[in-house]
């Protein structure tokens, strides 16, 4: 497949794998990129920017193929210095980064400097556009179905993908409910560039989330998710169990409740135990309205290439909607 980011990356696919804290390891960055797509390994995963150096090298020993890293300025540690995963970044070689969470403002520079190539992820097109004139190369839009923090405005993708489209220059990528080539086919037919995927990289085979946590997620539906920390201004979509739901009770609560008081619930070793160990309500488990259009359990290799082919598929039976001398043969 050819589109502007298959050139700018130098992937055989515009499929691209979204950063997944805990989850965005080395093994699955590298199966990624080894089916044709575009790996990304989590800064944010890992203790120090010394760690993730070593992460780098690992993917790098388990594939020859092009892959990111994914910065998540709000997450990183206010004691670590941006700085020091840039450099760590840069010392390590990596040509893609993409950045989240927070205006790329701090660290565009020195990346650009180096002429890495730049995703930025967000979740509106007003941020879309200050990224696009800061100088990022690409933008990843999160619509309001994502994984993660899908943001205060509450768009989802079929609105948001054209209305970035429309606003910006740059290659726009799909993020956000997104996990077969049907949904990869609508999002170029409507403007994109290439689509990001949390969940459904998540939901594979060379992910290490305990297999429990696999099962469960395939068994849930698109209504299993619930919107938390929205009190904070700082939503997050996640997996509905017991934990979100005593978050979700505390904000509403006469009163509602500070970070302070919801930290302790919120950690991020809770959550990590949680995919690590299978006891599924142990933590927060970040995931899309997605896990209800996803019944099985590939490798990206199967993943990535069903995708394409089920993306052509769709892509010549809407075009066959016009039958073959161009007049509809819809009655
Ligand atoms: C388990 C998990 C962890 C995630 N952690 C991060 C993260 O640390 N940083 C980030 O920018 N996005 C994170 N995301 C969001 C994804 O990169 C992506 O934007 C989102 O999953 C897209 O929606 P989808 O899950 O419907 O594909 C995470 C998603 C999942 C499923």
Redesign the pocket.
Known sequence: MKTRITDLLGIRYPIVE??????GRAELAAAVSNAGALGMV?A?TLPTPDALCREIARTRALTHEPFGV?L?LS?LDQTQRYDDWVEAIVDSGVRIV?T??NNPQPVIARLKAHGITVIH?CTSVRHALSAQRLGVDIISI?GF????HPGEDDVPLLVLLPAARRALCVPVIA????ADGRAMAAALVLGADGV?????F?LTQESAVHEHVKQTLLAASERDTVLIKRSLKRTARHFDNTLAREVLALERRPGGASHDELKHLLSGARGRSALETGDVGAGLI?????IGLIDDLPTCAELVARMVSECRAALDAAHNLFGSNGIGNVK
């Open positions: 979204g950063g997944m804290q805990w989850v989590t944010r994914n998540t997450l993409e989240a969470g992820k999160d179905e994502a994984a993660g993020s956000g409910g997104i990001n995927m949390g969940t459904r998540m970040t995931a899309s309205q997605v």
